[in-house]
């Protein structure tokens, strides 16, 4: 089978990324202007790519992010999967390395190898590990689709590509993200690899 290519993309920027407010999966989002701006940006940068499917998550940032491209009538799949982490009752307030203990203790725990260590109410790596990797097997079983988008969030990214890339969770702060950020990757049937690796050269244009 010839390679197919996977697009990663993480969502554009909301008024809640600006002031330190985490989402997760509980906070539905809009994007803010600049998040408008930078799928825009994404969009005159590779509306051209012949993209056989734009997978998202259930939230609304991730669908806005990818509009142009749905708005061409691109085939389109939302997958509860593609959430990002669940932070439990700390959605929506603002938590800092400096001012939260229990934050600290847990991002601690993921890098030691701790999987299963999370937030009060909230949801480990493991677990959002888990409820990938069906999508994950969905994505490699649909060999027709030789080039597609999938726009999600930002720890449950770099969960994916923990998964995808045969690494353990331990290792998910090595991949950095930011708004609109592209990590692309190549798939042969049984291995995939990094093409690019958090590319943003798409918002340094203009």
């Known amino acids: 089978m010839r390679p197919r290519t996977i697009f990663l993309l993480r969502h554009g920027q909301t008024d809640f990324n600006v002031r330190g407010i985490v989402q997760g999966s509980g906070v539905d989002s809009s994007l803010n202007d600049v998040g408008r701006r930078q799928a825009a940006q994404f969009f005159a940068a590779y509306g051209h790519v012949p993209f056989d499917k734009v997978y998202t998550s259930a939230l609304r940032r ?5 509009q142009q491209f749905l708005d061409l009538g691109l085939p389109h799949e939302a997958h509860t999967a593609l959430n990002e982490i669940s932070w439990g009752v700390r959605e929506g307030t603002r938590i800092t390395m400096d001012e939260d203990a229990e934050y600290r203790q847990v991002l601690a725990g993921w890098v030691a190898g701790d999987d299963n260590a999370r937030l009060t109410g909230g949801e480990s790596p493991a677990e959002v590990a888990a409820r990938q990797r069906p999508f994950i097997e969905l994505l490699k079983s649909r060999d ?11 720890r449950a990214l770099r969960v994916m590509l923990c ?27 049984s291995v995939f690899t990094i093409k ?11």
């Open 62 to 66: 991730t669908h806005e992010s990818v």
């Open 144 to 154: 027709d689709e030789e080039t597609v988008l999938v726009c999600m969030h930002g």
């Open 163 to 189: 998964q995808l890339l045969n690494y353990p969770l331990s290792c998910m702060e090595g991949f950095e993200h930011s708004n609109l950020c592209l990590y692309k990757l190549e798939y042969t049937g």
């Open 196 to 206: 690019n690796f958090l590319d943003v050269a798409h918002l340094q244009v203009g």
